[in-house]
């Protein structure tokens, strides 16, 4: 399927899967309208895969009686039809997932795989399939999660484990499903509101353990949650203990814990440092136990404190990828993959931080009742890894995005492409980490907080827009969108030139800086007599 199918099935209201369903390795953070400065619900996503991806707009929609849509994979095509909605909302949406809808409905997700029995290779529907139809059907978290429980019971789950982090401008949920064996109906699931005032994370892990069964107003779960792992003969309910989703459907191994469990802990720790929480988790000691569902911040997040929540190598901790001699001379924290390796048959793995160079896209969805949805709900979004890249403010009306984020192919490098753009940054920083980090952070905090300070502004101007002229409205929010977006990714091609020149062939500015001295006793230290300039006989 090229761009132009893609495009094709765009505007029949349906949005097609890029890629062939890979286990994304993401990492989604959930902070409740409690837990923020300004009482925004915040929804963040990092797309963790190597590929280009692509930002388009689907429109809002009045469809016909009696229409289907195509249900279609990237690498088989069309596979079924479902029945379409009477009305679709207004989706912004990548290559690889819907995101955020003009009612200020935002979805992440993560990958967490789980028992490899239960998927269901005869379901229809994949997550991002779900994303898509939830975020063109739903005014709200809670109507998400219904409309993807109806979809799954009426065509099938065919995904392996997923979580969900589902929000509006009021409510903040973690949503958790898998596959219900070959031939199946439906899927296990279960839902979890985050209470106001506390925050929840996921990263490759189901997370979701033993949940309330009365109470709907903060746990929704389906009917065959249990009974297929009672079935399957992953729970027995004669054993005295009780039902935990996470232990049923994604039993924990020491890898997992590694993997997953350390960028829990990195968000936990960070925004709850009172909390002194304890790394023996991830790091596999056998007493030590899982993090819990969701904390309280030590204090309140400002959208400035959820960016940089979701930038970091474990930096200052035990685990910091910036030191080391796997960090080279010049504090690289970037691993290259495979992630897991041997030595002298002894197993090894690379911490998985936050921040990653096979991130994709990172969006940090902002919903906010404090004003009409149109304005109230911001996809922060941006291109490549989280450390290196700038979060550019899409409101969830518009009607086009920059074009350079819907540009260019992952088999060709282009300056008209915003993912090629910052993907260029952020790889030339590896020869210089140490020094490079440095000029790229000041050009990302100047920006992001001149778009922090307009924010007010904008939008004061857009409500009374809202409440006059809708339509002129949703104009002026596209084009700050897109126009900021589109100096954004021009201020970062200034950006690549002047590393370049800055940097160019080992020097800065043209003088010499050499090797750390920490870095050369080691050099010393593995090969003492090859570099001294006055050779010890002996």
Request: net charge neutral.
């Amino acid at each position: 399927m090229n761009k132009k199918s893609l495009t094709l099935l765009l505007a029949i209201g349906f949005f097609a899967v890029v890629i062939s369903e890979p286990a994304f390795a993401c990492t989604s953070l959930i902070v409740s309208g409690g837990a923020s400065a300004d009482g925004s619900v915040f929804i963040t996503y990092t797309c963790d895969a190597e590929f280009h991806p692509y930002l388009e707009v689907i429109p809002a929609a009045d469809h016909d009686p009696d229409t289907f849509i195509p249900a279609a994979r990237w690498s088989r095509g069309i596979e079924g039809k479902i029945k379409q909605a009477a009305h679709t909302y207004a989706v912004i949406g990548s290559s690889s997932a819907g995101l955020i809808n003009d009612q200020q409905v935002a979805i992440g997700e993560t990958t967490f795989d789980g028992r490899s029995k239960l998927i269901n290779r005869r379901g229809l529907l994949t997550y991002p399939h779900l994303m898509i139809l939830a975020l063109q059907r739903a005014r709200t978290a809670r109507e998400a999660i219904k409309i993807m429980a109806e979809l799954v019971d009426e065509y099938g789950y065919r995904s392996t484990g997923e979580s969900f982090s589902i929000g509006d401008s009021k409510e903040a949920w973690i949503m958790e499903m898998i596959g219900p064996g070959r031939g199946g109906k439906g899927a296990p699931w279960v839902a979890v509101r985050i209470p106001d005032g506390y925050l929840c994370c996921h990263a490759n892990k189901s997370r979701i353990g033993e949940f309330p069964k009365d109470d709907p107003n903060n746990c929704l779960y389906s009917k065959n949650v249990v009974s297929v792992a009672v079935e399957k003969g992953y729970y027995d309910p004669n054993s005295g203990k009780p039902f935990s989703f996470c232990q049923a459907y994604d039993p924990e191994t020491v890898d997992g814990r590694r993997y997953a469990g350390a960028r829990i802990w990195s968000i936990f720790r960070r925004a709850a440092p009172s909390l002194n929480l304890s790394a023996d988790y991830p790091r596999g000691l056998p007493d030590a136990k899982p993090f819990p569902l969701y904390i309280k911040p030590d204090k309140k997040l400002s959208t400035k404190n959820v960016f940089s929540l979701m930038r970091d190598h474990y930096e200052g901790t035990a685990y910091d990828m910036t030191k080391g001699i796997d960090a080279g001379p010049f504090g690289n924290p970037n691993r290259w993959r495979g992630i897991e390796w041997k030595v002298d048959d002894v197993n090894y793995q690379w911490e998985r931080p936050i921040s990653t160079q096979q991130t994709a896209y990172s969006i940090v969805a902002q919903l906010r009742d404090s004003l009409p949805a149109p304005v109230g709900g911001v996809l922060w979004f941006g291109m490549d890894d989280t450390y290196t890249t700038c979060y550019i403010p899409l409101y969830c009306c518009i009607d086009a995005v920059p074009k350079s984020f819907d540009s260019g192919s992952i088999d060709a490098f282009s300056w008209d492409s915003a993912w090629w753009t910052f993907n260029l940054v952020a790889n030339y920083a590896c020869l210089k980490y140490s020094y490079m980090i440095k000029d790229i952070q000041a050009v990302q905090n100047e920006t992001e907080d001149n778009f922090l300070k307009l924010q007010p502004a904008v939008e004061a101007t857009a409500a009374e827009l809202y409440r006059t002229n809708p339509a002129l409205m949703k104009s002026y929010l596209t084009d700050y969108s897109v126009s900021h977006g589109e100096l954004t990714v021009q201020r970062w091609r200034e950006l690549a030139r002047h590393l370049i020149t800055k940097y160019n062939d080992g020097y800065i500015n043209g003088r010499e800086v050499g090797y750390p001295e920490e870095w050369l006793r080691k050099v010393i230290k593995e090969n003492p007599k090859q570099y001294r300039l006055n050779p010890i006989d002996k």
